[in-house]
């Protein structure tokens, strides 16, 4: 399986009157460790539009065990673990420092042939090829 990790300082502007993280952004640091394993497998979602293939999110799950807080610094860590039907990425967020464990998720991407605009049953060879793998 990929996977890959980026490093996040909780900046001020993310954070409540308590200091802590509004849940919404953890969204966000999924999106911004994603974007970095994508990278890491040469197909990030300019590569994707130019392979004639959209990749829209269509499903999140978030699971919040321990609360981020400004000026923390954490490691998101993003983990493809289902590829044949569908793109899915598995998220752990920990602090850097003790690395506990802080937030758990998920995210589940469908490829869209953008010519015809149909979900694509299976995922397409591209994204086969990309992760080193044979396609079905």
Not at 52 to 61: E, F, L, Q, R, T
Not at 83 to 112: C, F, H, M, P
Request: glycine content about 6%; some cysteine.
């Amino acid at each position: 399986m990929k996977s890959h990790d980026v490093s996040i300082e909780i900046p001020f502007h993310d954070v409540d009157a308590m200091e802590i993280v509004w849940h919404g952004h953890y969204v966000k640091y999924f999106e911004i460790a994603r974007c970095a394993l994508l990278e890491s497998i040469d197909y990030n979602y300019r590569q994707m539009k130019e392979s004639g293939y959209a990749w829209p999110v269509i499903d999140v799950h978030v699971r919040y065990a321990q609360p981020a807080r400004f000026g923390q610094k954490v490691v998101v860590t993003a983990t493809v673990v289902e590829w044949e039907n569908r793109l899915k990425v598995k998220y752990l967020i920990k602090d850097s420092v003790t690395g506990r464990r802080l937030t758990v998720g998920s995210t589940t991407q469908a490829s869209i042939d953008m010519k015809t605009g149909e979900l694509c049953f299976l995922s397409p060879p591209i994204l086969f090829e990309k992760l080193g793998l044979k396609a079905p």
